[in-house]
């Protein structure tokens, strides 16, 4: 079984998924959801170049330093280009709070952790961790995303609960990935090392999917503390009238 090409199957039709969703939920208009579309691809096709050439490569970069640097980058753009330009901003408001829930069920591919893990690729405790905690992440998203959906302000604690999750999920992996990784972070000695996260396809994960679905939880936690909702359904929303949209 070649986990690779499986790995780039698998991945490409996540990052589609998000790209594709994100972009129907902040687009206000065809050409808007376009434009959106557009720039998410051009950095995901940007994440391959660069895993593609290797250029995070540990033996020929800073290894996690570099790795971080694009981890974090992207979730400090997104998020500013978020809160200065309008369109986003008020898109960020009137978005369904379900939708940006349910993104999460591509985290599913957490079973890649897994089966790399059992296939001694990637160590421990970087790959059951990262990879089972994707896994409850991806498989109570819909669930998730179906209770905000009908009951509204009764899911808030959940949401809050499953968001906080996710979000430390998310950077327990980074910080296990960063000290299993060749270089001057490296704290966690087992082999084989995470190096191979900076390889094609595995680079999309923290190049890519990770920042994404990180500013997609800062998201939820702004929409949880104004009390919007743009669920789309009467009173289906955690308020009837937000800060924003109230006339």
């Given at each position: 079984m070649n986990t690779d090409l499986i790995g780039s199957v698998e991945l490409t039709a996540s990052a589609a998924t998000v790209i594709a969703a994100l972009s129907i939920g902040f687009g206000s208009n065809a050409p808007a959801r376009i434009r959106i579309a557009a720039w998410l691809t051009a950095w995901f096709v940007i994440v391959a170049i660069l895993a593609a050439t290797r250029a995070l490569y540990y033996e020929r970069a800073l290894g996690a330093p570099s790795l971080g640097i694009a981890v974090a980058l992207p979730i400090a753009v997104l998020c500013i280009l978020v809160a200065c330009v309008q369109p986003l901003h008020d898109a960020l408001h009137r978005v369904p709070l379900w939708l940006l829930v349910g993104v999460h069920t591509v985290r599913l591919l957490g079973i890649s952790f897994v089966i790399l893990y059992a296939a001694g690729r990637l160590p421990a405790p970087f790959a059951p961790v990262a990879g089972w905690g994707d896994i409850f992440v991806g498989l109570t998203a819909p669930l998730v995303a179906w209770l905000v959906y009908r009951q509204g302000a009764n899911a808030r604690p959940i949401v809050w609960i499953w968001n906080m999750i996710g979000i430390v999920?998310?950077?327990?992996?980074?910080?296990?990935?960063?000290?299993?990784?060749?270089?001057?972070?490296?704290?966690?000695?087992a082999e084989p090392s995470s190096a191979i996260m900076t390889t094609l396809p595995w680079l999309l994960i923290p190049g890519f999917l990770v920042p994404l679905l990180m500013s997609v939880h800062i998201a939820i936690f702004v929409r949880l503390g104004d009390g919007t909702s743009g669920q789309g359904g009467e009173g289906r929303g955690f308020y009837r009238d937000s800060a924003c949209g109230a006339k």
């Open positions: 999920d998310l950077i327990a992996a980074v910080a296990l990935g960063a000290t299993s990784s060749p270089g001057p972070l490296r704290l966690i000695f």
